[in-house]
């Protein structure tokens, strides 16, 4: 399992774009679900990183403050 959201995110984008492709292909139940459920992992990872980001931000402030 990827550990870093940045490269969960990228990862799970890839494997939506796979999908998307194999979607608007085939127009199946299977296929629009695959799609959807790699959007849902995009959000999700999104979050996380977005997260990621303010914390690090906000610490690095935390830090300068003090000086």
Do not use: C
Not at 30 to 43: F, G, M
Not at 52 to 57: A, G, L, P, S
């Amino acid at each position: 399992m990827i550990e870093d959201p940045h490269d969960a995110l990228v990862q799970a984008y890839l494997s939506y774009f796979k999908a998307n492709e194999n979607f608007e292909a085939r127009n199946s139940h299977r296929t629009h679900a695959e799609s959807r459920k790699w959007l849902r992992e995009i959000r999700k990872y999104a979050k996380l990183r977005s997260d990621e980001i303010h914390q690090r931000h906000k610490a690095k402030k935390e830090a300068n403050k003090g000086n």
